[in-house]
């Protein structure tokens, strides 16, 4: 496959890297010529030194035969034209960009882009762990506004119904796991105490779940 990664700093020069190791053909765009010294060196990508937006650097680059565009610059306006050029122009339906400062967000999510947020997603993920250190996350969706949640049921809950901590919580049974068999669980599904959950929920609703857990003389055992 044959990927661009427009910006080159850290994050850009590592996921470069990635691909390349992963045996993709990778063309590497910065308006410095410097920027590509944080790529390892063995990397043997195409590199290309201009401005993103400009049309020229971009065909240098290989826009017509790339199967993916990642724009991870340090401007959200950049990232943002850059890849609406390379979806509506080029017609590149593979197209992510960097949400580099939180409060532009607005801006990318405008133009209807896939994006990752580091700084939104890190925070989120650095409340959590405040808040609830001991849970274990398995998976994290969008930015970090759902994630699911592992638990072991502690013995004190054993006979209780999953909708005895689920009413009202921003959270959804995912599945539950008993002797090493997995299911579907329901709201009526009538839990044993060493059962493990999986729970898909906002931090809000992890919250309100660990609150009621809280009130057990054991508390949730999570997995690591």
């Not at 809950?157 to 049974?173: H, K, S, Y």
Request: aromatic share 8%; charged share 20%.
């Amino acid at each position: 496959m044959n990927y661009i990664v427009v910006g080159c700093g850290r994050i850009g020069a590592d996921l470069a890297y990635r691909l390349f190791k992963r045996g993709h053909k990778v063309s590497v765009i910065d308006r410095s010529a410097t920027a590509f010294y944080d790529l390892p060196a063995d990397f043997r990508g195409r590199t290309v030194e201009g401005e993103g937006l400009e049309k020229e650097v971009l065909h240098r680059a290989g826009i017509e035969q790339t199967d993916g565009l990642v724009a991870v610059t340090n401007s959200d306006s950049v990232n943002a034209v850059v890849c609406h050029v390379a979806r509506t122009v080029y017609g590149i339906s593979n197209v992510v960009t960097r949400n580099y400062d939180s409060r532009k967000r607005h801006v990318l999510e405008a133009f209807g882009l896939q994006l990752i947020s580091p700084a939104s997603w890190g925070a989120q993920r650095l409340e959590e762990v405040l808040y609830h250190g001991e849970m274990h996350t398995v998976f994290s969706a969008g930015n970090g506004e759902v994630e699911i949640y592992e638990f072991v049921i502690p013995q004190s809950w054993n006979g209780r119904t999953v909708g005895d901590f689920l009413d009202g919580a921003q959270c959804m049974p995912v599945a539950l796991t008993r002797a090493g068999r997995a299911v579907l669980p329901t709201s009526d599904t009538v839990m044993e105490g060493g059962d493990i959950i999986h729970l898909s929920a906002t931090l809000d609703g992890i919250r309100s779940v660990c609150q009621q857990f809280n009130g057990t003389e054991e508390g949730a055992v999570c997995l690591y």
